[in-house]
């Protein structure tokens, strides 16, 4: 029997749908949502990043102030413009795309954002409140995961869930997270003994190691819950994620797509990390 498709992108179209509503609330009591976006450089993928960013924005209702930058900002110039967003009170959140040209110190630009600005989850001090269970912004693409699960009615208490990548932005804050739904979790990486061993054991399997196809049909417990994070794009263009997608679909129970899985959960929590940080 096939797994069931979690669609992602119906998904985020309902959060988005709720957010609307809020961000409706919020403009009658005088609060306009808004998202300063900062790119600096002309990496294409960052550009359609941004892009998509700034469209979500407008559906949700949110305003968004763009600012792109020359490849050869210097960092100082960059903290300068993060200082005045963390001034300005009409500016709840600010985002600045990754990655920075080589002359930026990415850790001092995340540092140098507010917590309470910072809608993409990246500030040490908000990655603390997730490790022991404060209140603060989780980084959207882990957020988006758990909502995926959640929304889906899938289970977590008690369940082992296995996580393959380590990575500060998915791995580590993903497991975080599956830790405080009760759930049993494994984190492996590229240095774990028996892999395929270890991804057996899961009820959910998370993907996060930006290599195309690398979980096999093999890998999968019978009736897992498979959530594959990875977009790589093939040398035919084509885009792909972590898991083999065909193999795995015949032995999984529930499964994400690639495109249309995470990828759609990512922008809508980030409009919804927006909109928390309107309402504070």
Same mark, same amino acid.
């Given at each position: 029997?096939?797994?069931?498709?979690?669609?992602?992108?119906?998904?985020?179209?309902?959060?988005?749908?709720?957010?609307?509503?809020?961000?409706?609330?919020?403009?009658?009591?005088?609060?306009?949502?808004?998202?300063?976006?900062?790119?600096?450089?002309?990496?294409?993928?960052?550009?359609?990043?941004?892009?998509?960013?700034?469209?979500?924005?407008?559906? +949700? =209702?949110?305003? %968004?102030?763009?600012?792109?930058?020359?490849?050869?900002? /210097?960092? *100082?110039?960059? &903290? $300068? @413009?993060?200082?005045?967003?963390?001034?300005?009170?009409?500016?709840?959140?600010?985002?600045?795309?990754?990655?920075?040209?080589?002359?930026?110190?990415?850790?001092?630009?995340?540092?140098?954002?507010?917590?309470?600005?910072?809608?993409?989850?990246?500030?040490?001090?908000? +990655? =603390?409140?997730? %490790?022991?269970?404060?209140?603060?912004?989780?980084?959207? /693409?882990? *957020?988006?995961? &758990? $909502? @995926?699960?959640?929304?889906?009615?899938?289970?977590?208490?008690?369940?082992?869930?296995?996580?393959?990548?380590?990575?500060?932005?998915?791995?580590?804050?993903?497991?975080?997270?599956?830790?405080?739904?009760?759930?049993?979790?494994?984190?492996?990486?590229?240095?774990?003994?028996?892999?395929?061993?270890?991804?057996?054991?899961?009820?959910?399997?998370?993907?996060a190691v930006g290599i195309p196809n690398f979980i096999k049909g093999s890998h999968v417990k019978p009736g897992a819950v498979v959530i594959d994070v990875g977009i790589n794009r093939l040398a035919d263009?084509?885009?792909?994620?972590?898991?083999?997608?065909?193999?795995?679909?015949?032995?999984?129970?529930?499964?994400?797509?690639?495109?249309?899985?995470?990828?759609?959960?990512?922008?809508?929590?980030?409009?919804?990390?927006?909109?928390?940080?309107?309402?504070?």
């Amino acid at each position: 029997m096939q797994a069931k498709i979690i669609d992602g992108k119906a998904i985020a179209r309902d959060i988005k749908e709720e957010l609307r509503v809020e961000v409706e609330r919020l403009k009658a009591n005088g609060t306009v949502p808004t998202l300063a976006v900062v790119l600096v450089g002309g990496d294409p993928a960052s550009a359609v990043y941004v892009k998509n960013k700034k469209a979500a924005c407008a559906h +949700v =209702g949110i305003r %968004s102030l763009s600012y792109e930058l020359p490849a050869d900002t /210097t960092e *100082a110039s960059l &903290l $300068e @413009l993060v200082e005045e967003l963390n001034s300005r009170q009409d500016v709840h959140g600010i985002l600045v795309q990754l990655p920075l040209p080589v002359q930026i110190d990415e850790d001092k630009v995340l540092m140098a954002i507010r917590p309470e600005k910072d809608v993409d989850g990246f500030h040490p001090m908000n +990655v =603390g409140n997730l %490790s022991i269970g404060r209140p603060g912004f989780v980084s959207c /693409t882990p *957020a988006g995961i &758990l $909502e @995926l699960l959640k929304r889906t009615g899938i289970q977590l208490k008690g369940k082992k869930c296995v996580i393959v990548g380590r990575s500060n932005i998915v791995g580590k804050p993903v497991a975080m997270l599956l830790l405080r739904e009760h759930a049993t979790v494994t984190i492996c990486h590229s240095r774990t003994e028996d892999l395929p061993g270890e991804c057996r054991q899961a009820d959910v399997l998370v993907a996060a190691v930006g290599i195309p196809n690398f979980i096999k049909g093999s890998h999968v417990k019978p009736g897992a819950v498979v959530i594959d994070v990875g977009i790589n794009r093939l040398a035919d263009g084509k885009l792909c994620g972590d898991v083999d997608y065909v193999e795995c679909l015949e032995v999984a129970g529930h499964i994400t797509p690639v495109p249309g899985g995470v990828g759609p959960m990512t922008i809508a929590m980030l409009m919804k990390n927006c909109v928390e940080a309107a309402s504070k």
